[in-house]
């Protein structure tokens, strides 16, 4: 049997962990590149044992170019997923965020190409498109990000098309929505709504909603975004491609607490306070070109999700 090996910048993200536990259930090679700026060892080391695919984790950051010439050597592709992930850290630290997401970025892409790797697979962002009101939005509509985090991400897949036209490789980028589940760190005050409303409701908080709470936003569940990352890189298609992956439905924030309040019966009225710079007002995915061109499907039980999701960060808070 012909055993495939990845690499997985980021591999010991949010994300990236669960891509990583799906590949090793292939039977994959993985190997992954973390700072653990963000990520956490032990988001590796709880994997099933059964799990037939050999995992390799290398600590060193997307901006060495040494570090990555070191471990891309040998890969059938590349899953790139590391980055500054905060739109509001981005804001307030500029000069970081294009470091890690433009630069960064860029030198993987580079050494893809000195090391002959063909098939890169990048996370990218809805945040390119900015507040963007012809709902849903498709990959054709106009790119007006409110963010360094944004404009990052649409550099990033701009130097993706680049790298595919003057050095014949196949780049694809995912638009990630917002994405929640398990091993989604709560604790940030850049964390994801969802993971803070997890936390929330397992501790019998009361939350903030930022703004009146009727923001809508596209919420995905991380293993259809982890399975639409692997249908990428198994995909046969040539050339420079970008895919939205959301669910296709939007929820207010406000209906989202409400929704926590069932999983878990806690269902106490959320504090308001003042709406954040670079927060956009609603957002919805188009999924229809990756649902025909890579067969993607989201799952169809957000409340089974929101549980996981739940369920997870409350034996998190009681281990």
């Known amino acids: 049997m012909n055993v495939k090996s990845y690499l997985v910048t980021?591999?010991?993200?949010?994300?990236?962990?669960?891509?990583?536990?799906?590949?090793?259930?292939e039977?994959?090679?993985?190997?992954?590149?973390?700072?653990?700026?963000?990520?956490?060892?032990?988001?590796?080391?709880?994997?099933?044992?059964?799990?037939?695919?050999?995992?390799?984790?290398?600590?060193?950051d997307i901006r060495d170019a040494e570090s990555l010439a070191?471990?891309?050597?040998?890969?059938?592709?590349?899953?790139?997923?590391?980055?500054?992930?905060?739109?509001?850290?981005?804001?307030d630290q500029p000069d970081l965020?294009?470091?890690?997401?433009?630069?960064?970025?860029?030198?993987?892409?580079?050494?893809a190409r000195k090391s002959g790797i063909k098939r890169?697979?990048?996370?990218?962002s809805a945040a390119v498109y900015g507040d963007n009101e012809n709902l849903p939005l498709?990959?054709?509509?106009?790119?007006?990000?409110?963010?360094?985090?944004?404009?990052?991400?649409?550099?990033?897949?701009?130097?993706?098309?680049?790298?595919?036209e003057l050095y014949q490789m196949n780049v694809t980028c995912l638009r990630f929505f917002n994405v929640f589940g398990p091993r989604q760190p709560p604790d940030s005050p850049y964390s994801g709504v969802v993971s803070i409303?997890?936390?929330?409701?397992?501790?019998?908080?009361?939350?903030?909603?930022?703004g009146d709470g009727l923001q809508t936003r596209d919420f995905v569940f991380v293993q259809d975004v982890a399975n639409a990352l692997k249908l990428s890189m198994q995909s046969n298609f040539s050339g420079?491609?970008?895919?939205?992956?959301?669910?296709?439905?939007?929820?207010?924030?406000?209906?989202?607490?409400?929704?926590?309040?069932l999983v878990s019966g806690f269902d106490e009225v959320a504090i308001q306070l003042p709406a954040r710079d670079g927060d956009i007002k609603a957002s919805l995915s188009d999924i229809s070109r990756i649902k025909a061109d890579l067969g993607f499907h989201p799952s169809e039980d957000f409340k089974k999700d929101l549980q996981a999701t739940y369920s997870w960060l409350k034996s998190e808070l009681n281990s």
């Open 138 to 164: 498709s990959e054709d509509e106009m790119s007006l990000p409110l963010s360094p985090y944004g404009l990052e991400k649409l550099l990033g897949e701009q130097m993706g098309r680049l790298y595919t």
């Open 120 to 124: 890169v697979v990048m996370a990218s």
């Open 97 to 111: 965020s294009f470091d890690i997401n433009g630069r960064g970025t860029q030198l993987v892409l580079d050494q």
């Open 240 to 261: 420079f491609h970008v895919y939205n992956v959301g669910s296709g439905k939007e929820i207010t924030v406000k209906a989202l607490w409400d929704a926590f309040g």
């Open 197 to 210: 409303f997890a936390k929330k409701a397992a501790a019998r908080e009361i939350p903030a909603f930022y």
């Open 27 to 60: 039977g994959c090679h993985v190997k992954v590149l973390d700072n653990f700026s963000t990520g956490f060892e032990s988001n590796l080391m709880d994997f099933p044992k059964s799990l037939p695919g050999k995992l390799e984790i290398i600590r060193g």
């Open 70 to 91: 070191a471990v891309i050597p040998g890969v059938a592709g590349i899953f790139h997923l590391a980055a500054l992930v905060s739109v509001p850290q981005s804001i």
């Open 10 to 25: 980021g591999g010991a993200g949010f994300i990236g962990s669960h891509l990583v536990e799906n590949l090793l259930a």
